[in-house]
């Protein structure tokens, strides 16, 4: 009989396995899950080499999935000026100062975390406002959702844009009345300029402006540093109980990255990284997509899925909707592809058995998509996609139903809703219609049409801990007007970061669940959820992160 590696015992196991669907200790031997059940059952599995671990009656769930995030960013913004919780301008100047004088040598002084408001409600973010605050060096500052990136006067002229620059269809260097940028700059086409200027070179985000690698290629110094900022990365993710992320952008430079980092033993999660197409992309590029997925195909890292991005964010009036914007009544946004390429990317990818994500926020690219995957069906055939569409935050009731005729998966992030409580609602009548709002963030209302449901936190847009987000989900913030209800029940939104999650990557038969066979990744959490009041679920963490039967987070309990 194998003998166990390690023993998890005196917990309050959460499997989503058979019967009862709780057990109390848990054995693991050579990556794998060997035993469930109670603490004697388990204890036969024990030799003379076995950790035992006492779980002293805490949750115990399968790792969790982060199904949707950013790692190099992510990894990288972990060192930078977080300027999230700043609303006033002499707060910020203050804070950019002292960040100033801790980098002397930065090309430019690059923050991170900003909302809109962030020189005071009503104020707009614009390079004069930006040079009150940092006047004489380069200066620039990412919008919380990354689909915003705003620069002070020598920031623009560093980049080379202030008096403008083409850029791709669906990007903008917003042009002031004078004719030079006001430092506005709006998705990735447009701010690649300030990005390349940084010390990082924009390496990090090119899987997300370009899905190319980096031009030249990176030197040897320059792929040291990246892979630094990816291992970061890596053990932020393990440290909030992560076990597998699937990434949101991606290159070829990533993959190669983290296979290195496999190659050294230092991969604290699994993932999966996605060919990035984008709407100025010819549709032979699906071969790159294919062969990434030839090339990069482990339990431990892997390709195999697209990722496009249909609109912006509603809180720039990027994001695609059906009708004007209450507060732009002549813009509806627009979306990045036309319905016939988009239709016959979604055909062709479906037909070479890639899974498709989509970002898709306003009700018009949602529907857009819909339409996509329902050509690609039409074409095709129905099978087994499982393609995803990330967001839907607002949706139009005629395209509730087609989710799930469509089988589409739904990624969404509890902590970007209103009612999430970390972005506060916009004001009345400003972005969304009053008849928008009961389908809008409406995690609830799609998971009940039998939807499959997962949950992630787009890291770096908001943090990536996982409770907080399950928190959101059980304790929303209540809104009132016509904001419906949206609270998950906890077995759901749990389930969503993990079972939920090994569904839409095709991996339901390996991992999710606490049973024999799967693989041994799991989470010790802080407190016994069943005896935590649900307002207090966000404030519990983890304590232990066990991959592939590795312990790759340990807070001290074991
Ligand atoms: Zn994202």
């Given at each position: 009989m194998t003998v166990a590696d390690i023993i998890i015992e005196n917990g309050r196991l959460?499997?989503?396995?058979?019967?009862?669907?709780?057990?109390?200790a848990i054995a693991l031997a050579e990556g794998h899950i060997l035993a469930v059940g109670t603490n004697a059952a388990v204890r036969?599995?024990?030799?003379?080499?076995t950790r035992v671990i006492d779980a002293q009656g805490k949750t115990v769930l399968p790792g969790f999935i982060?199904?949707?995030?950013?790692?190099f960013s992510g990894g990288l913004e972990l060192a930078m000026l977080d300027l999230s919780t700043s609303h006033d301008a002499e707060t910020v100047a203050s804070r950019v100062r002292e960040y100033s004088a801790q980098q002397p040598d930065a090309p430019v002084l690059y923050a991170i975390g900003?909302?809109?408001?962030?020189?005071?409600?009503?104020r707009p973010i614009d390079r004069h406002g930006l040079d009150r605050v940092m006047p004489d060096r380069p200066f620039a500052v990412m919008a919380a959702d990354h689909h915003t990136l705003w620069a002070n006067t020598p920031a623009l002229e560093l980049a080379g844009i202030l008096h403008g620059a083409t850029v791709p269809e669906g990007s903008e260097i917003v042009m002031g009345a004078d004719g030079l940028a006001t430092g506005e700059l709006l998705e990735a086409g447009a701010y690649e300029y300030v990005l390349a200027t940084t010390a990082s070179g924009g390496r990090d985000l090119l899987g997300m402006t370009t899905g190319n690698d980096p031009v030249p290629s990176a030197t040897p110094e320059q792929r040291a540093a990246d892979k630094a900022i990816l291992r970061a990365g890596l053990r932020h993710l393990a440290k909030t109980g992560v076990t597998t992320f699937h990434n949101m952008d991606g290159n070829f430079y990533q993959l190669e990255l983290l296979s290195e980092i496999e190659a050294e033993g230092d991969l604290l999660c699994r993932g999966q990284v996605p060919f990035h197409f984008k709407n100025?992309?010819?549709?032979?590029?699906l071969d790159e997509a294919a062969e990434m997925q030839r090339r990069y195909n482990s339990d431990w890292l892997w390709s195999g899925r697209l990722k496009l991005f249909h609109d912006g964010v509603v809180e720039s009036g990027t994001a695609a909707m059906l009708r004007p914007y209450p507060n732009w009544p002549d813009s509806t946004g627009a979306p990045l592809f036309t319905p016939e390429q988009f239709n016959e990317i979604c055909v062709r990818a479906d037909e070479m058995g890639l899974q498709i994500s989509v970002h898709a926020i306003g009700d018009a690219a949602v529907r857009g998509t819909l339409d996509g995957y329902a050509a690609a069906r039409a074409a095709?055939?129905?099978?087994?996609?499982?393609h995803r569409i990330e967001h839907i935050e607002v949706l139009h009731p005629d395209d509730l139903p087609r989710l799930r005729e469509l089988d589409v998966v739904a990624s969404m992030q509890p902590?970007?809703?209103?009612?999430?409580?970390l972005f506060a609602p916009?004001?009345?009548?400003?972005?969304?219609h009053e008849d928008q709002?009961?389908?809008?963030?409406?995690c609830q209302t799609i998971r009940e049409t039998g939807v499959p449901m997962i949950f992630s936190s787009d890291w770096p847009v908001v943090p990536v801990e996982v409770l907080p987000s399950i928190g959101a989900a059980v304790a929303p913030k209540h809104l009132g007007g016509?904001?419906?209800?949206q609270r998950q029940n906890l077995r759901d939104a749990l389930e969503s970061y993990t079972a939920m999650g090994a569904y839409a990557e095709f991996n339901e038969s390996k991992k999710g669940r606490l049973v024999p066979?799967?693989?041994?990744d799991l989470v010790i959490l802080s407190d016994d959820l069943d005896s935590v009041a649900l307002k207090d679920v966000g404030k519990a963490s983890v304590q232990l992160t066990i991959c592939g039967g590795r312990v790759t987070y340990d807070a001290g309990v074991a």
């Open positions: 959460i499997t989503f396995g058979g019967g009862t669907g709780r057990a109390e036969e599995t024990k030799g003379p080499d982060e199904s949707h995030i950013h790692l900003a909302h809109y408001d962030l020189l005071g409600a009503g100025y992309d010819p549709i032979d590029r095709n055939g129905a099978r087994d996609s499982r902590l970007h809703a209103p009612w999430g409580g916009s004001d009345e009548g400003q972005i969304l709002k009961p389908l809008a963030y409406a016509n904001w419906t209800d066979g799967m693989f041994a």
